[in-house]
Nanobody, 126 residues
């Protein structure tokens, strides 16, 4: 029903910026508009953690404390695309970043999301 493809990852120096994109392919827009889109990340040896989420309807957002003030999640409804603008990147931001979609309220629980992308690697060097 929903296919997600992330892009925009890469290597960047500390303090730099990257913008990740998540292109969503959905059956119908009316169903998709009720979904929440989220970004999660997973570093080697660590559990997958929540980064940010946005609701298609109304654009309500939610951020983890570790990225709030540095990262911004946004969406382009016409393109069915979600973005994660990452500024002031730190080495500890290094991880595989995953886009997710779920028919639920904005939240930080991975189990609430039904669809996941393949992930895109973000590496921040010092």
């Amino acid at each position: 029903q929903v296919q997600l493809v992330e892009s925009g990852g890469g290597l960047v120096q500390a303090g730099g910026s990257l913008r990740l994109s998540c292109a969503a392919s959905v059956r119908t827009f009316t169903i998709f508009s009720a979904y929440t889109m989220g970004w999660f990340r997973q570093a080697p040896g660590k559990e997958r953690e929540f980064v940010a989420a946005i609701r298609w309807n109304g654009g309500s957002t939610y951020y983890s404390d570790s990225v709030k003030g540095r990262f911004t999640i946004s969406r382009d409804n016409a393109k069915n695309t979600v973005y994660l603008q990452m500024n002031s990147l730190k080495p500890e931001d290094t991880a595989v970043y995953y886009c997710a979609a779920g028919n639920s309220a904005v939240n930080s629980y991975a189990g609430s999301y039904d669809y996941w992308g393949q992930g895109t690697q973000v590496t921040v060097s010092s």
